[in-house]
């Protein structure tokens, strides 16, 4: 490979950590041909970009970055795939649906500004919420409180008015 290809996917693998604030190290050794494209399919359903990457050129790429990538250049071995995403929980569940094989398995991850490093991890990301799950949540609980009030108010307003129309209703 020419040095002017290789600085040039260095580039676009940092335009690509600038891009996306989420990406997963994942090793595909084991998966063949057939495999590798439905887990592409998979990857592209569920909005994840997936790219097979030489370890050196990612490890450049990440040296250039901004932030401190330094705890995941020990799993760069290997062959490896990167998926990066939008949404920092998504590729842990997909991974998750292959844990049975054990192919593809995880081995490093940054997520939520946090580095995640081996397969063990991956029920912690898995369970990390998305932007969109923590304000549902949020408004979720905001909305319990408002809606006792209400029923509370409601009730209550059928009560007094009953006690009215019997005080009206009874003869003086």
């Known amino acids: 490979m020419k040095k002017e290809l290789k600085d040039t996917i260095i580039v676009e693998l940092g335009e690509?950590?600038?891009e996306y604030p989420h990406f997963y190290l994942v090793d595909v050794t084991g998966l063949n041909?057939?495999?590798?494209?439905k887990l592409r399919?998979?990857?592209?359903?569920?909005?994840?970009?997936?790219?097979?990457?030489?370890?050196?050129?990612?490890?450049?790429?990440?040296?250039?970055?901004?932030?401190?990538?330094?705890?995941i250049y020990p799993a760069l071995k290997g062959?490896?795939?990167?998926f990066f995403c939008n949404t920092a929980n998504v590729p842990a569940k997909l991974l998750k649906e292959y844990t049975k094989e054990g192919i593809p398995a995880l081995k490093a991850a940054y997520a939520e500004e946090g580095i995640f490093v081996g397969a063990d991890k991956l029920d912690?990301?898995?369970s990390i919420k998305s932007k969109n799950e923590l304000i549902a949540d949020?408004?979720?609980?905001?909305?319990?409180?408002?809606?006792?009030v209400v029923s509370a108010l409601q009730s209550g307003a059928s009560t007094i008015?009953?006690?009215?129309?019997?005080?009206?209703?009874?003869?003086?």
């Open 16 to 18: 690509k950590l600038k």
């Open 33 to 37: 041909a057939e495999n590798t494209s």
């Open 41 to 71: 399919r998979k990857c592209f359903k569920n909005e994840i970009k997936m790219i097979v990457v030489k370890n050196k050129l990612l490890h450049k790429a990440l040296e250039a970055a901004e932030v401190d990538f330094s705890e």
């Open 79 to 82: 062959n490896t795939a990167v």
């Open 124 to 126: 912690e990301l898995a």
């Open 138 to 148: 949020v408004v979720a609980l905001l909305q319990s409180p408002v809606k006792n």
């Open 161 to 172: 008015h009953g006690v009215l129309k019997t005080l009206g209703e009874r003869p003086e």
